[in-house]
């Protein structure tokens, strides 16, 4: 499996908007992908995923309604649009290939595997 590689993090400042990118993951027993965060000092969450079989997607409410989950299938290429945000989405961002399934909820980081090395957003002024 290959690890996928994050990209389209850096500085911004609070209410703006950025786009990350998850290229280059694999697709033997990729059920779904999901992208967390980790912020200095914390553990790292869920941000939000998105399943295959039925392209359900899950948020968590910290970025409800702010980021946005999608994918290119002919690229291969996972985004995460993020706009309006805020000191506290500072963070290394994850995403991550999910290699078991779920049902309710598919935001347990013991769901998924093959992450990648994560990527640097800060939200500041």
């Known amino acids: 499996q290959v690890q996928p590689v994050e990209s389209g993090g850096g500085l911004v400042q609070p209410g703006g908007s950025l786009r990350l990118s998850c290229a280059g993951y694999?697709?033997?027993?990729?059920?779904?992908m999901g992208w967390f965060r980790q912020a200095p000092g914390k553990e790292r969450e869920h941000v939000a995923n998105?399943?295959?079989?039925?392209?359900?997607?899950q948020y968590s409410d910290s970025v409800k309604g702010r980021f946005t989950i999608s994918t290119d299938t002919a690229k291969n290429t996972l985004y995460l649009q993020m706009s309006a945000l805020q000191p506290v989405d500072t963070a290394v961002y994850y995403c991550?290939?999910?290699?078991?399934?779920?049902?309710?909820?598919?935001?347990?980081?013991?769901?998924?595997?093959?992450w990648g090395q994560g990527i640097q957003v800060t939200v500041s002024s």
């Open positions: 998105i399943k295959w079989t039925d392209t359900r997607i």
């Open positions: 694999g697709q033997t027993f990729n059920y779904g």
């Open positions: 991550a290939v999910r290699t078991r399934s779920c049902y309710r909820s598919c935001s347990s980081e013991d769901l998924y595997a093959h």
